[in-house]
């Protein structure tokens, strides 16, 4: 008898999400976001505005805005930041955040919850996961 393809199982995000998350204020610098980046490890932070999540910085946003167009390297971060902010709520289900992701065209989704942050998807968890069953 063949088991279930594990694909078609019900997921939901917060299964394989990444709780480590680091946000900031959007008026940090560019360059202390990109310290905490390589001091952490992290490939995105999320941008916050009254403590509200409005945007993300990866190290794309790094390589593309920072150097291409010359900005100095203490602007704001809000400058850089990829916004409005796509993100998911823990419940959904793996195949909506990888449509999403596919559709959206972004390999890193913040999951937020009553306006907080609490986890980080990536298509690198999506794959690992997929992989893994």
Same mark, same amino acid.
């Given at each position: 008898?063949?088991? %279930?393809?594990?694909?078609?199982?019900?997921?939901?995000?917060?299964?394989?999400?990444?709780?480590? /998350?680091?946000?900031? +204020?959007?008026? /940090?610098?560019? $360059?202390? /976001?990109?310290?905490?980046?390589?001091? $952490?490890? @992290?490939?995105? /932070?999320?941008? =916050?505005?009254?403590?509200?999540?409005?945007?993300?910085? $990866? +190290?794309? &946003?790094?390589?593309?805005?920072?150097?291409?167009?010359?900005?100095?390297? &203490? !602007? %704001?971060?809000?400058? @850089?930041?990829?916004?409005? =902010?796509?993100? *998911?709520?823990?419940?959904?289900?793996?195949?909506?955040?990888?449509?999403?992701?596919? !559709?959206?065209?972004?390999?890193? =989704? %913040?999951?937020?919850? &009553? &306006?907080?942050?609490?986890?980080?998807? $990536?298509?690198?968890? =999506?794959?690992?996961? *997929?992989? +893994?069953?």
């Amino acid at each position: 008898m063949n088991s %279930p393809d594990p694909i078609q199982k019900k997921t939901s995000v917060e299964e394989i999400m990444n709780n480590t /998350v680091i946000s900031v +204020d959007s008026s /940090v610098t560019a $360059t202390n /976001v990109a310290k905490m980046m390589e001091d $952490t490890g @992290v490939g995105a /932070v999320v941008v =916050l505005e009254n403590n509200i999540p409005v945007g993300i910085v $990866t +190290d794309r &946003d790094f390589a593309i805005k920072i150097a291409a167009h010359c900005y100095p390297v &203490d !602007t %704001p971060v809000r400058r @850089v930041m990829s916004s409005p =902010l796509i993100s *998911i709520d823990p419940y959904s289900d793996l195949w909506i955040a990888s449509d999403l992701m596919s !559709t959206r065209n972004v390999r890193k =989704l %913040p999951v937020i919850d &009553d &306006d907080r942050v609490i986890g980080m998807l $990536t298509s690198s968890d =999506l794959v690992k996961h *997929i992989a +893994d069953h």
